[in-house]
């Protein structure tokens, strides 16, 4: 069975959300969900991704959810980044308030596979969280929104402009979604076939397997040594 994701980066255009330590909401949002996107095309076979943007512009909440709803998707993934105090750092994930058991569940895997992916860095884990949300509210799917670390404390910052730290957070999120729908990993390309090594045509050995008599003792040695995979040939001696 197919499963429709819809991925909605968070802000964009003249909305930059949260700016901080140099760094703008927008821009990391985008750079993240096009990180998931790209992982969930490249390793599983059967998955659809929709997404708000691929740019940096503008839609309103509206816009948003009502793209979801029309396509009729399965699941809603919100990212963000959070800001507040200097002090205040870490990750946390939201649902909406009335939520069923299976929204609740979902919550439950996608916070733990992405903050098992982020905690090496020394994240704080902030909790799950039930808000009223307009994306989680007006979402007719299960939907979620990370907050992704805070762009106003600076060792959060500073792992925000860590590439490797981002892979990690895009992958924290496609792990929880292959968990929670079990999303089938799709079959590696097989490998080239190796060319065979060169030979210096100066330089050339011949393997005599035996010398025959009789020329059915000679066919039944080719018969066994094609079936090793050579390719034996007989030479009538004169």
Same mark, same amino acid.
């Given at each position: 069975?197919? *499963?429709?994701i819809?991925l909605?980066?968070?802000?964009? #255009?003249?909305?930059?959300?949260a700016?901080?330590n140099?760094?703008?909401? $927008?821009n990391?949002t985008?750079?993240?969900t %096009?990180?998931i =996107?790209k992982l969930?095309?490249?390793n599983?076979? +059967?998955?659809?991704i +929709?997404?708000?943007?691929?740019?940096d512009?503008?839609?309103?909440?509206?816009?948003?959810?009502?793209?979801?709803?029309?396509?009729k998707?399965d699941?809603?993934v919100?990212?963000?980044?959070?800001s507040?105090t200097?002090?205040a750092?870490?990750f946390e994930?939201?649902?909406?308030t009335?939520v069923?058991?299976?929204?609740?569940a979902? %919550?439950? *895997?996608m916070?733990? @596979?992405?903050?098992?992916q982020?905690?090496s860095?020394?994240?704080t884990?902030?909790?799950k969280? %039930?808000s009223?949300?307009?994306v989680?509210?007006?979402?007719?799917?299960?939907?979620i929104?990370?907050e992704n670390?805070f762009v106003? +404390? @600076?060792a959060?910052a500073?792992l925000?402009k860590n @590439?490797?730290f981002?892979d990690k957070?895009?992958q924290?999120?496609?792990l929880?979604?292959e968990k929670?729908?079990?999303l089938?990993?799709a079959l590696?390309p097989p490998?080239?076939?190796? @060319?065979?090594t060169?030979v210096?045509?100066e330089?050339?050995?011949q393997?005599?397997a #035996?010398?025959f008599?009789d020329?059915?003792?000679?066919?039944?040695?080719? $018969?066994?040594l =094609?079936?090793d995979?050579?390719?034996?040939y007989?030479?009538?001696? %004169?």
């Open positions: 069975m197919m *499963v429709k819809y909605d980066a968070g802000h964009g #255009g003249k909305d930059s959300g700016v901080g140099g760094l703008f909401e $927008k990391l985008l750079e993240i %096009q990180r =996107e969930l095309k490249a599983y076979k +059967n998955v659809e +929709n997404t708000t943007r691929e740019t512009i503008f839609l309103s909440l509206d816009e948003r959810t009502n793209k979801a709803n029309a396509w998707a699941v809603f919100a990212v963000h980044i959070n507040g200097a002090t750092r870490g994930s939201h649902i909406y009335k069923g058991s299976d929204t609740k979902f %919550q439950n *895997v916070h733990e @596979s992405i903050f098992s982020i905690k860095f020394g994240v884990d902030r909790g969280k %039930q009223d949300f307009h989680l509210r007006e979402s007719h799917m299960i939907a929104l990370t670390l106003s +404390n @600076s959060d500073a925000l @590439s490797a981002l957070v895009a924290g999120h496609v929880g979604l929670f729908f079990g089938v990993k590696p490998s080239p076939t190796p @060319s065979p060169p210096d045509s330089e050339m050995y393997v005599i #035996g010398t008599a020329k059915d003792n000679a066919d039944a040695l080719v $018969k066994k =094609e079936a995979g050579y390719k034996p007989i030479n009538k001696k %004169q």
